[in-house]
């Protein structure tokens, strides 16, 4: 009923850019904020970023000036677009969706509904 369907993930060189698309069905997608989560081998699921609502954005320190999160709330889909990607950018990359009024969240337990994940690999 509700799906959240990431694509976009692949191989890439570090240093170099990926767009990371996260498809919703089954909400009242407007009303949720949104956010992308990452997961490496044998380390805990991590916040990567958030957008709100009403577009504002919020990013872990990790990624902040590299990443951009935005939202499409016409084609109900939130983007990932990553650049000077790193080796350590390497994981499994999840998008959610928060029904909470607060902002930003960070924590993953805060967040209703989660895609399948899409998995990024960056080469050295």
């Known amino acids: 009923q509700v799906q959240l369907v990431e694509s976009g993930g692949g191989l890439v060189q570090a240093g170099g850019s990926l767009r990371l698309s996260c498809a919703a069905s089954g909400i009242t997608f407007s009303s949720y904020a949104m956010g992308w989560f990452r997961q490496a081998p044998g380390k805990e699921r991590e916040f990567v970023a958030t957008?709100?609502?009403?577009?504002?954005?919020y990013y872990a320190d990790s990624v902040k000036g590299r990443f951009t999160i935005s939202r499409d709330n016409s084609k109900n889909t939130v983007y990932l677009q990553g650049n000077s990607l790193k080796v350590e950018d390497t994981a499994v990359y999840y998008c959610?969706?928060?029904?909470?009024?607060?902002?930003?969240?960070?924590?993953?337990?805060?967040?209703?509904?989660w895609g399948q994940g899409t998995q990024v690999t960056v080469s050295s």
């Open positions: 957008i709100s609502r009403n577009g504002v954005t």
């Open positions: 959610a969706a928060a029904l909470t009024p607060y902002f930003p969240s960070t924590a993953w337990k805060v967040y209703d509904y």
